[in-house]
């Protein structure tokens, strides 16, 4: 479902689609600091043809990626961020460390799930998908990676900074820091394409009981809008900055892959 949107779009493709990055219509994921392997889900049926073909289509599903399914130990979490703080107050900047908590999904039924969560979160993009290649994932983000129209139009923010909602008051300089670190990477990034930026005003952006501090960031751009994704993600608000170094933290120091977590 789209932002502000209470219509469900539906895809499904076969599973020799989903690998190939040709196919200009459709779902398409990108892992974390993956960008050159981007999964397709093309729109060939429609709901009824997959309730319709139900059996056939699990026999060729092939099998799928298993999940993580053990939580990062609290422990572990504190030494890892205890390292990155250590690190990070020697030579500056932003990394964001990440763990895993689970649990047993085996009697949920998911699309009263996805029904519920869905609803929920009205403003944001909301999806749920599965593949062979990913597992399953849902989700409900209220940020926007990228936006192109035919027109020329590119539209993206930067949203960084998360307190519970508020009346209007003043964000603090933790905040506004971290904020103003995942702009500058945004608006550097379109630079570094020959894309001019227009930053426009401060806002706050409501997520559940919190909000995020946000700046819409606009443009013209007529390429290739992959290419702007790929430079742009991961973000800092992700995976830090400098991201070089952020990315090598988070190699070193968490014990689990993030496969779609901080993907687009």
């Known amino acids: 479902m789209m932002p502000g949107s209470d219509h469900a779009i539906f895809l499904a493709g076969d599973e020799s689609t989903q690998c190939n990055s040709d196919v200009d219509r459709g779902f398409f994921i990108s892992e974390f600091n993956t960008s050159r392997r981007r999964i397709v889900i093309a729109p060939q049926y429609t709901a009824e043809q997959i309730i319709e073909n139900a059996d056939t289509i699990a ?4 099998a799928a990626v298993k999940p993580v399914d053990r939580s990062t130990p609290r422990d572990k979490y504190d030494n890892a961020l205890n390292t990155v703080v250590n690190s990070l107050k020697l030579r ?24 519920k969560y869905f609803t929920c ?37 930067s949203l960084a900074g998360t307190r519970m909602k508020s009346s209007n008051a003043a964000w603090d300089d933790k905040n506004r820091e971290e904020h103003d670190y995942v702009t500058r990477y945004i608006v550097d990034k379109l630079s570094s394409l020959g894309i001019n930026a227009t930053v426009g005003c401060a806002e706050n952006v409501g997520y559940g009981a919190i909000e995020h501090l946000c700046h819409r960031i606009t443009a013209r751009y007529t390429g290739n809008p992959f290419i702007v994704a790929d430079t742009l993600s991961p973000t800092p608000a992700l995976a830090g900055t400098p991201l070089d170094k952020a990315l090598n933290d988070i190699t070193l120091n968490e014990r689990h892959p993030r496969r779609c977590y901080g993907g687009y």
């Not at 026999?59 to 092939?62: F, H, K, L, N, V």
């Not at 500056?92 to 029904?115: F, P, Q």
């Open 59 to 62: 026999q060729r599903d092939g």
């Open 92 to 115: 500056g900047g932003k990394t964001v460390i990440s763990r895993v908590i689970c649990g047993d999904a085996a009697d949920i039924d998911w699309l009263s799930v996805a029904e």
């Open 121 to 157: 979160f009205p403003s944001t993009f909301r999806y749920l998908y599965y593949t062979a290649v990913t597992g399953a994932w849902i989700g409900a983000s209220p940020e926007l990676l990228l936006e192109c129209d035919n027109a020329g139009n590119l539209s993206t923010m």
